[in-house]
Nanobody, 127 residues
Framework: QVQPVESGGGSVQSGGSLTLSCTGS????????MGWFRQAPGKEREGVAS?????????TYAEFAKGRFTISRDNARNTIDLRMESLQPEDTATYYC???????????????????WGQGTQVTVAS
């Protein structure tokens, strides 16, 4: 089945760090626009970070993620990783990985640009 598969969620104390991984199941993530989104209870899904296709590795981040989160690609593992540092309780959410269009090098935070979504992984930050 062609689908992004997330892993690495969990619980952490405020100020702590987590790394989420997204594996391209049935496809090579390096050839696609890829993004991380999150949705907290009672809130709309929002873009967190995105990385464009191929070696250009252009990235973009939501304002709340700048300076704390880093999106990266590991072609050997076929993963898109999201390193999250200085986590705060407001970062608590279900985090989703999504696949956009083939060969799109410009990163995008709009959910409308993505057509394949993972099941999500829970991140809980305790105060």
């Amino acid at each position: 089945q062609v689908q992004p598969v997330e892993s690495g969620g969990g619980s952490v104390q405020s100020g702590g760090s987590l790394t989420l991984s997204c594996t391209g199941s049935g496809f090579f993530a390096g050839e696609y626009l890829m993004g991380w989104f999150r949705q907290a209870p009672g809130k709309e899904r929002e873009g967190v970070a995105s990385i464009g296709a191929y070696e250009y590795e252009r990235t973009t981040y939501a304002e709340f993620a700048k300076g704390r989160f880093t999106i990266s690609r590991d072609n050997a593992r076929n993963t898109i990783d999201l390193r999250m540092e200085s986590l705060q309780p407001e970062d608590t959410a279900t985090y989703y990985c999504a696949r956009g269009s083939y060969a799109t090098i410009t990163p995008q935070l709009s959910a409308a640009s993505y057509t394949r979504w993972g099941q999500g992984t829970q991140v809980t930050v305790a105060s």
